[in-house]
Nanobody, 124 residues
Framework: QVQLVESGGGLVQAGGSLRLSCAAS????????MGWFRQAPGKEREFAAA????????YYADTVKGRFTISRDNAKNTVSLQMNSLRPEDTAVYYC?????????????????WGQGTQVTVSS
């Protein structure tokens, strides 16, 4: 089992940047595929980015590709999401999630472990 704690959210103007971090407990962080999802008010949760256990495979939603970068440090049990060129439509609660197994997934229901979320607000 793994526990996840996100940090780094906040208020930023359009065009600005934020870096989200997710700290994981436990000694088996490297065995989990990690993902970032987001949920805007009144909308369903959506996939943003995911990274394989080794970091060798990375996937992005089309809406964030070219602006967001996911990375992980297995030695420090952390996964990060660097968000650049932020837009008002990026406003959401961002969640870090972990799933067992080797395959990277864009589907939230395939992730068993979730953090509490961190709010990102982008003003126009």
């Amino acid at each position: 089992q793994v526990q996840l704690v996100e940090s780094g959210g906040g208020l930023v103007q359009a065009g600005g940047s934020l870096r989200l971090s997710c700290a994981a407990s436990g000694r088996t962080f490297g065995s989990y595929v990690m993902g970032w999802f987001r949920q805007a008010p009144g909308k369903e949760r959506e996939f943003a980015a995911a990274i394989s256990r080794s970091g060798g495979s990375i996937y992005y939603a089309d809406t964030v590709k070219g602006r967001f970068t996911i990375s992980r440090d297995n030695a420090k049990n952390t996964v990060s999401l660097q968000m650049n060129s932020l837009r008002p439509e990026d406003t959401a609660v961002y969640y870090c999630a972990a799933r067992s197994g080797p395959f990277v997934s864009r589907t939230g229901s395939e992730y068993a472990y979730w953090g509490q979320g961190t709010q990102v607000t982008v003003s126009s």
